[in-house]
């Protein structure tokens, strides 16, 4: 038996989708060139991001210094680039935390619907929602000390419920749906289920909650690390940067605009993404856009 | 109420329609879905989607709608006509009471006071059958019923006595006694009011009882019009006698020789008793549990189509789903080739049974190609079948679908060819019986009539079994060699198909048959009439 050759149109509409979406575009390159910024600072910064050179402190931009200097005269586009691993880093391990352990728990809540097991995972859940993720940080620092480490923990567990309770609400309702019915009748049990129909239905869901997250992430970490729970000096960190900088506001404002816009370029470029990435992800919206 | 005639030209929706409606006439509107017949009711109340655009002229008395504005609509709407929508469930809003709602129509339009609008109000509710002593205004759209809710809505669109009644699919939600009533009821509110009925329906039979003219619809053109009895008669349009041979289809079927009483049931069901635990349970009060299932027995043998009727609530699918165990029972026995079934029993007994659900848009993945979910069943099978790419083409196939379509997604197709690869999903594991939950009742007439045909064929040839599960009498009668009747969890009749519907024993069982639109004694009854009249 020959195969038919696979569907001519999948993988160039597919394409088309990409290149077709704008804001994914956008997103892609605005967050790609921060992706790209913090990883080119492994192995190449303009100047070290950590030589204090005082006499060249508050410079204003200019072909040496790129961004400026900051008050202790260092480069602040060598920090900003290392800032950029940072605050990734951080934000991409959190969310990755909440989506690993909280999508599962959401979907095996979904499964036992109404069961002890149910209530237990949601309203366990429900008591880690009720702190604030900032209050949780300042438990968690207040134990372990500050560091970027404990600022992953603290952001992670955050994002724990967000997932769980989006998962299970949006779970919820696909189980409704017949082709459940038919999945059971082809003898699949409730895991198996879960995988295979639950989750691809749910995913467009979680894509968009996930580049949520991740730029929520970013601004938990820029928090923390502004009122001094993140990641410790000299690890630059845009939230320091910023804390550091707002009493200079008057006389070099650049020094604190520059971590100001990267952050909120960073969250723009994501969330553009996220909306981009439900639109190509979703096969019934694929046919519509020429 | 004049004449009210219909252009639309230009858009590419509905192409130079002209209808005509008198006072105290009834015009029935017929076509398939996506014929533009429901377009052609927004049209009039001009509450067209964005971005539409209506050409030609439709007139009210003489004046002309198509050129009033959105705020002379506004008068007009509910005032002058009144319309009533398919889905009582969602036409009323559930957080205000009935009387609210009705006398909100009164409220809009005339300069009563609040006192006086609930006295209209409730006037239009006895008027449509909704006692004052059993239904007060204050009750909520909840405590209703489906047929309840549509005379709810329908006093909305009569509370004002308007000219003209637009009922776009009035009953298709509704069991079919439920929509006798309703049918009756609008029957009598127009010949009272003396206004002039829009009736929307894809269903012949609803039409040839109640319409004094019909309009039959298809692509956005009217193919014929005139008197009810000439259409029916004469059919001059190719598509008019489609739609009717479609309507009374009887799928040829090469009887397998009567099966022996002998051979042992595929499917055999004793006693079965489903009970759902009540709801609503308080530490204090404690309501009655449901027996959804009472008591039911039957058996299935192999080659045997055996049909099971019953208008909803009566725990039709409760029982399929019981039998395919899907849910545990409380009391009686499932036996599936001799052997226990329950929630827990082996894949390959599952295997022999499979299932065609109603909802052509809701029973598929829409994010797997069709070869995967037709291949979804041989997860019963110890392993994979080697040659199970070519059985999903072989499957598809037998359904009249093309090997391309493995590739393709859910989304990329009609309804009809849903519910054939969901059939290709039912065969692919060759089982011996097939439980179809309302398999063609989300379908149009000329589409149920090919996959009948296509479940005909496929049990003449492969022998298989069908429970077919039905609320449609006449699609039941046409496809099965038993029937079984369904009443508040008990099975009140069974017996063979001609049998039960010739010379029905139970009550209940005459009641249902009585209150079915037929196509045949409609028109005959309407040949009666008018022969009287000369």
């Known amino acids: 038996m020959s195969m038919p050759a696979p569907h001519p149109t999948k993988a160039r509409s597919l394409r088309r989708a990409v290149l077709g979406s704008r804001s994914l575009m956008l997103g892609s390159l605005i967050t790609g060139v921060f992706v790209a910024m913090a990883l080119i600072s492994f192995v190449w910064t303009p100047h070290s991001y950590a030589s204090l050179d005082i006499p060249n402190k508050l410079k204003g931009f200019s072909s040496d210094h790129w961004l400026g200097t900051d008050m202790f005269g260092r480069d602040v586009m060598s920090m900003i680039m290392v800032g950029a691993r940072t605050s990734l880093a951080v934000a991409l391990i959190a969310v990755g935390v909440g989506v690993l352990a909280g999508v599962p728990l959401g979907l095996f809540a979904a499964a036992r619907r109404g069961s002890l097991a149910d209530e237990i995972v949601m309203r366990a859940n429900d008591l880690v929602f009720a702190f604030p993720a900032l209050l949780i940080a300042i438990l968690i620092t207040a134990v372990f000390g500050p560091g970027a480490v404990n600022a992953i923990i603290a952001i992670g567990i955050f994002n724990i419920p967000v997932f769980a309770r989006l998962s299970r609400g949006a779970a919820l309702s696909i189980w409704q749906r017949e082709f459940i019915l038919a999945a059971r009748v082809s003898g699949k049990g409730k895991a198996r289920i879960s995988v295979e129909h639950i989750l691809p239905n749910i995913l467009n869901t979680l894509i968009v909650q996930t580049t949520i997250q991740f730029s929520l992430g970013i601004l938990a970490e820029a928090a923390l690390a502004y009122v001094g729970l993140g990641a410790q000096p000299p690890t630059p960190s845009w939230g320091k940067m910023l804390a550091d900088s707002q009493t200079l506001i008057a006389l070099a404002p650049h020094v604190a605009i520059v971590p100001g816009l990267a952050i909120v370029l960073t969250v723009l470029g994501l969330n553009l993404m996220g909306d981009g990435l439900r639109d190509v992800f979703d096969p019934r919206l694929q046919r519509g856009r020429r | ?534």
Request: glycine share 8%; with cysteine.
């Open chain 2, 1 to 534: 109420m004049e004449k009210l005639t219909l252009d639309i030209g230009g858009t590419p929706i509905l192409h130079e329609i002209d209808l005509s409606v008198s006072p105290g006439e009834i015009l029935g509107v017929i076509g398939e879905s996506g014929s533009g017949k429901s377009m052609t009711a927004l049209s009039i109340m001009r509450l067209l989607p964005e971005g539409a655009r209506l050409g030609g002229a439709i007139r009210l008395m003489g004046n002309d709608l198509a050129a009033c504005g959105e705020r002379q609509m506004c008068g007009i709407r509910g005032r002058e006509i009144g319309m009533v929508f398919q889905e009582p469930m969602t036409a009323l809003n559930p957080v205000k009471t009935i009387g609210d709602q009705v006398a909100e129509t009164v409220l809009v339009h005339t300069r009563t006071g609040r006192r006086e609008a609930m006295e209209i109000a409730r006037r239009t509710l006895e008027r449509v059958g909704l006692p004052a002593d059993r239904f007060p205004l204050s009750r909520y759209p909840h405590e209703l019923s489906g047929g309840q809710r549509q005379r709810v809505v329908i006093a909305m669109a009569i509370a004002l006595r308007p000219k003209l009644l637009i009922a776009d699919e009035p009953t298709t939600a509704l069991d079919v006694t439920t929509q006798a009533q309703i049918l009756k009821l609008l029957q009598g509110l127009v010949r009272e009011d003396g206004m002039g009925m829009i009736l929307i329906t894809h269903d012949l039979a609803v039409v040839a009882g109640l319409a004094d003219r019909i309009a039959i619809m298809r692509q956005g053109e009217i193919v014929e019009s005139g008197p009810t009895l000439d259409v029916f008669e004469t059919m001059r349009h190719p598509y008019t006698r489609s739609l009717f041979a479609a309507s009374v289809h009887q799928p040829l079927r090469h009887r397998p020789p009567e099966p022996e009483r002998q051979m042992d049931p595929i499917l055999d069901v004793r006693d079965a008793v489903r009970i759902y635990p009540p709801r609503g349970r308080t530490l204090w009060h404690r309501p009655p549990a449901v027996r959804a299932v009472d008591g039911v027995s039957l058996a299935i043998r192999p080659g045997e189509n055996v049909g099971l009727v019953g208008e909803s609530g009566c725990g039709k699918s409760t029982l399929s789903r019981a039998i395919l165990a899907l849910e545990e029972l409380q009391g009686g026995e499932i036996r599936l080739f001799g052997k226990t079934a329950g929630p827990h029993m082996p894949n390959a007994l599952r295997a022999g049974i499979q299932v065609v659900f109603q909802d052509p848009f809701g029973s598929f993945n829409p994010r797997w190609t069709v070869a995967r979910l037709v291949a979804e069943p041989f997860h019963l099978m110890q392993r994979k079948p080697v040659d199970a790419a070519a059985r999903v083409i072989e499957a598809l196939e037998e359904v009249g679908l093309k090997a391309e379509d493995a590739h393709k997604y859910i989304h990329e197709f009609s309804g009809g060819q849903r519910q054939r690869i969901a059939i290709a999903r039912a065969l692919i594991t060759r089982p011996e019986l097939i439980v179809l939950d309302e398999a063609v009742s989300a379908l149009d007439v000329s589409i149920r009539a090919q996959i009948l045909d296509l479940l005909a064929d496929l049990s003449d040839r492969l022998g298989i079994s069908y429970l077919f599960i039905s609320h449609d009498l006449s699609v039941v009668r046409s496809i099965t060699d038993r029937v079984m009747v369904m009443k508040a969890g008990k099975i009140v009749e069974t017996g063979p198909t001609d049998d039960v519907f010739n010379n029905p024993q139970h009550p209940y069982t005459r009641e249902l048959i009585a209150a079915t639109p037929m196509l045949s004694t409609a028109l005959s009854a309407r040949r009666e009439r008018s022969s009287d009249n000369d």
